[in-house]
């Protein structure tokens, strides 16, 4: 068994937001808005995320883990400071899709599922984005989605993103 840890008051309110959503005998349905809040916060879904969240719902740590598991917008490793998704789906594949994937992967000198040796990105294939004319897509960290991903958009991006963690 791992140990739970401490979520901020702020990520606890979160969840508590989301759990008053629902009926008292179904707060196991905020799950993924709680593993969201948590990996906020963490950075990733660790064992002790996972437990954590299955205390505060009174669900079985199995089934925490199971939804964390399945989806892919949940981390359950540790991760890049910015995790980039390039979507490889087909529409995204026929509009320059892959050429985006290469030059990621050359200019960041890493596969899909790797992290820069100084931690500051992880790079993701994806599924769909549900912006197929916006071709080349990508999302950084969940939650900003870039379109038309050039070569140029794409250093603009990453030198973007390499000012604002030195800035940190």
């Known amino acids: 068994m791992t140990t739970t840890l401490q979520l901020s008051d702020k990520t606890l309110a979160d969840i508590a937001r989301n759990v008053a959503k629902f009926p008292p005998e179904q707060k196991q349905s905020a799950v993924m808005a709680a593993l969201i809040a948590a990996q906020t916060e963490v950075g990733w879904v660790s064992p002790e995320v996972i437990e954590t969240v299955a205390q505060i719902l ?13 989806y892919n917008m949940y981390d359950t490793k540790k991760i890049g400071k910015y995790k980039l998704v390039i979507c490889t789906n087909l529409p995204c594949q026929l509009t320059h899709g892959e050429t985006a994937a290469t030059y990621l992967k050359e200019t960041l000198g890493i596969g899909y599922n790797e992290t820069t040796p100084c931690g500051r990105f992880t790079l993701k294939e994806g599924e769909c984005m549900g912006a197929c004319g916006d071709s080349p897509v990508m999302l950084v960290n969940n939650k900003r989605m870039c379109s038309f991903m050039s070569n140029e958009k794409i250093d603009a991006l990453l030198n973007e993103l390499r000012a604002e963690g030195k800035a940190a």
């Open 58 to 70: 009174e669900m079985p740590t199995i089934a925490v883990d199971e939804v964390a598991t399945f």
